[in-house]
Antibody, heavy 121, light 111 residues
């Protein structure tokens, strides 16, 4: 079964750090590009970051650029999101999502169940 | 303020056909394909439509997507109670290097 399982969420004070992990199984992780998408309480989806299959290409949303770092370990079938200088507005459920393609057009076809990050003093 | 614009809510009775619109610009919907995601209450988003009008395996043919110019639509025919969910459109945006943009979401209520 194709599956993504996030972990690492929790309560952190403003200015603190947290590292999220996403464990992949049931598919060849090293062949797929990956994303982090978040959803603040009661709000819509917000794309956060993207990493290519090899890790050589990375993109960030402006809201997290310079504070968050996406990475992956293909040997461990894992995706990570290092979050530093956390702010209250980073409070959200964080999802990892796999990219697939149809005629060069990307879409997120597999999503994890999400992990909750709460930034509060 | 989301880059893609969706109505915040939509509703219909069982058996009806409802449509949800998604409006963008030339840099996103106008030049890239549109994907739709369904989020049932308390669950993770699920891919519903990709590449404007393609259904992943397992998605009923009651769900269909279309795109014209800088707008897209999701249609649900034969509405069922289990269709009550939040629906999001998404597209790549060429003006935002590497960025995917989402609509603000539409909450569908089955009356």
């Amino acid at each position: 079964e194709v599956q993504l399982v996030e972990s690492g969420g929790g309560l952190v004070q403003p200015g603190g750090s947290l590292r999220l992990s996403c464990a992949a199984s049931g598919f060849t992780f090293s062949s797929y590009e990956m994303n982090w998408v978040r959803q603040a309480p009661g709000k819509g989806l917000e794309w956060v970051s993207y990493i290519s299959s090899s890790g050589s290409t990375i993109y960030y949303a402006d809201s997290v650029k310079g504070r968050f770092t996406i990475s992956r370990d293909n040997a461990k079938n894992s995706l990570y999101l290092q979050m530093n200088s956390l702010r209250a507005e980073d409070t959200a459920v964080y999802y990892c999502a796999r990219d697939d393609y149809s005629s060069s057009s990307p879409f997120m076809d597999v999503w994890g169940q999400g992990t909750t990050v709460t930034v509060s003093s | 303020q989301s880059v893609l614009t969706q109505p915040p809510s939509a509703s219909g009775t069982p058996g009806q056909r409802v449509t949800i619109s998604c409006s963008g610009s030339s840099s996103n919907i106008g030049s890239n394909t549109v994907n739709w995601y369904q989020q049932l209450p308390g669950t993770a988003p699920k891919l519903l439509i990709y590449s404007n009008n393609q259904r992943p395996s397992g998605v009923p043919d009651r769900f269909s997507g279309s795109k014209s110019g800088t707008s897209a639509s999701l249609a649900i025919s034969g509405l069922q109670s289990e269709d009550e969910a939040d629906y999001y459109c998404a597209a790549w945006d060429d003006s935002l290097n590497g960025h995917v943009v989402f609509g603000g979401g539409t909450k569908l209520t089955v009356l």
